[in-house]
């Protein structure tokens, strides 16, 4: 397992500046909580992480190499999930679930993908277009996958939102669960989650 | 599996799932080719002569009617950050939504020509001309239209924006195109037309999949 370690990190959104000099080392086992109110660029900061929006200054290094250079490696290790949760409305439950995990060069037979989806509750209309489920639903998809995905790093944006308690003691149990295994997370959320101890990382506005 | 693959079997899953886009564009392609000889009237020689490029052009609107859609679906749930955040390089999986835009719109266009050129009187040589142009060139306009539809994404107004980036660079594929069918029902030889065409497809499929990833990145940034 990897270690994630994020050097004087910078960005702003058109002429206001969201943060800089941003900096924090993530080890496995561990995890993160980005805190900070609306606005004060969380998500952009996940997104710099992950490497989908371009930092206007520092570096973010996984295994001792910058993540813009050991691109692929990067990308096998980490599981991003923002805001739009990837979820097709013509697709079943299962065929998402599938499909999300396939794109990750995951093959998990029917028997793992009905038991991870029966897990979260979800058993009885996996076979329902997703377009019939509700927000707190989508989001239990994608709990599934973070159970059977093998990636090292989380990196989540608000995953609580549309959750019912259960569904975030749920949650609290996955990533207890991750950290115990040597994963490490990169978590964006005003929540607690469950008794778990986190760093924080706050951002002002 | 490849991203290729992976992209290509989803998009097909989805058009498979969700016929209505597939539907419009053959029913848009069929309709319109239908009125021409109703608005020009019944005359053989003037339906033999504009045959071919009434066809080409009705083809390349149809073809056009399904692009807004190829990337914008995916960018609004999420899917599109997932795919850029995934081991496949993007190369991969752009290509296989190209692709697969092609088989549920470019294809089914390219199979029907033939039949709606009947009605323009054209003979079977130039019919087979005709569809052999098109599934050369319709291949041709998925690709300018993905490059044009990534690089619109995200924009206000993108439909119109959309329409005037991508129709004027449809117009060599209509001119070689349109001219194949046109040099075999005046008794020339097709091939210079259909070579550019084929030249300029390899050209496209190995140039423009690199300019829709930085397009994507761009919108997703």
């Known amino acids: 397992m990897s270690a994630l370690e994020i050097r004087s990190l910078a960005c702003s959104r058109g002429d206001s500046r969201l943060f800089r000099d941003v900096s924090f080392t993530l080890p496995p086992g561990e995890w993160i909580a980005v805190r900070g109110p609306n606005g004060s660029g969380k998500t952009t900061l996940l997104r710099c992480v992950a490497g989908l929006t371009r930092p206007d200054a520092g570096i973010v290094i996984w295994g001792g190499k910058p993540t813009s250079e050991a691109g692929t490696q990067f990308r096998s290790a980490m599981l991003y999930a923002?805001?739009?949760?990837?979820?097709?409305?013509?697709?079943?439950?299962?065929?998402?679930?599938?499909?999300?995990?396939?794109?990750?060069?995951?093959?998990?037979?029917?028997?793992?993908?009905?038991?991870?989806?029966?897990?979260v509750g979800l058993a009885k209309i996996r076979n329902l277009a997703?377009?019939?489920?509700?927000?707190?639903?989508?989001?239990?998809?994608?709990?599934?996958?973070?159970?059977?995905?093998?990636?090292?790093?989380?990196?989540?944006?608000?995953?609580?939102?549309?959750?019912?308690?259960?569904?975030?003691?749920?949650?609290?149990?996955?990533?207890?669960?991750?950290l115990r295994r040597g994963g490490s997370a990169l978590i964006a959320t005003h929540h607690a989650i469950g008794s778990l101890q986190a760093k924080e990382v706050r951002l002002a506005s | 599996m490849s991203g290729f693959a992976w992209a290509f079997g989803r998009d097909l899953r989805l058009a498979w799932r969700h016929p209505g886009e597939t539907l419009m564009v053959v029913a848009f392609f069929v309709?319109?080719?239908?009125?021409?000889?109703?608005?020009?009237?019944?005359?053989?020689?003037?339906?033999?002569?504009?045959?071919?490029?009434?066809?080409?052009?009705?083809?390349?609107?149809?073809?056009?009617?399904?692009?807004?859609?190829?990337?914008?679906?995916?960018?609004a749930d999420g899917s599109l950050e997932q795919m850029t955040l995934s081991p496949h390089p993007m190369v991969g999986w752009a290509t296989g939504k190209i692709a697969a835009h092609w088989a549920a719109t470019g294809l089914p266009l390219t199979i029907l020509s033939p039949l709606l050129a009947m009605q323009y009187g054209l003979d079977a040589a130039t019919l087979g001309t005709l569809a052999f142009g098109l599934a050369l060139g319709t291949p041709l306009l998925s690709l300018l239209g993905a490059a044009c539809s990534a690089l619109t994404l995200g924009a206000r107004g993108g439909g119109v924006l959309l329409a005037l980036l991508a129709l004027p660079l449809f117009v060599p594929v209509l001119i070689f195109g349109a001219g194949a069918a046109d040099a075999q029902a005046s008794g020339l030889s097709p091939s210079p037309h259909l070579s550019l065409l084929g030249a300029g497809l390899i050209v496209g499929a190995m140039g423009l999949p690199p300019a829709v990833c930085a397009a994507l990145r761009i919108a997703l940034d």
């Open chain 1, 130 to 178: 997703a377009r019939r489920l509700s927000a707190g639903q989508r989001r239990r998809i994608g709990m599934a996958r973070l159970a059977l995905d093998a990636a090292a790093l989380w990196i989540l944006d608000e995953p609580l939102t549309a959750l019912d308690a259960d569904g975030e003691s749920m949650f609290a149990g996955l990533l207890e669960r991750h």
């Open chain 1, 82 to 119: 923002g805001h739009a949760p990837g979820i097709k409305d013509e697709l079943t439950a299962a065929e998402n679930l599938r499909n999300a995990l396939a794109l990750r060069g995951a093959a998990p037979s029917d028997e793992a993908l009905r038991e991870s989806l029966g897990s």
């Open chain 2, 31 to 75: 309709l319109v080719a239908s009125l021409f000889p109703l608005g020009v009237g019944a005359e053989p020689q003037t339906l033999r002569r504009i045959g071919s490029g009434v066809i080409w052009v009705c083809a390349l609107l149809a073809a056009f009617l399904s692009l807004s859609s190829l990337f914008a679906a995916d960018y």
